[in-house]
């Protein structure tokens, strides 16, 4: 199988609700990930989008649902408002963030 056919992630039935609020910002989400494949998330704000990335990237672990990442693959996830060392430049802290993973 050419690695471009390859699935190197998938959700399956994937649901979270904010027990403090109740609110339900993301409900029964199927998607997989082509070896390669370049996505986009769009969505209105509070729509959930954040939240998708943090239980991709493993930060966010209190969710309903499955996820899959086939063997050897992994996820890295820099914060969407990071911590910020003004004596760095951007590169430094990516980089940092990077070696963290």
Known sequence: ????????????GL????QSTGKQ???????????????????????GKSTLMKIIAGVEKNYQGDITFL???SV????????LDDDKTVMDIVKKELQRQ
């Open 1 to 12: 199988m050419s690695d471009d056919k390859k699935v190197i992630f998938s959700m399956s």
């Open 15 to 18: 649901s979270k609700t904010y």
């Open 25 to 47: 910002v993301l409900k029964n989400i199927h998607l997989s990930f082509f070896y390669g494949a370049k996505i986009g998330i769009l969505g209105l704000n509070g729509s």
């Open 71 to 73: 063997d050897g693959y």
């Open 76 to 83: 890295g996830y820099l914060e969407q408002e990071p911590q």
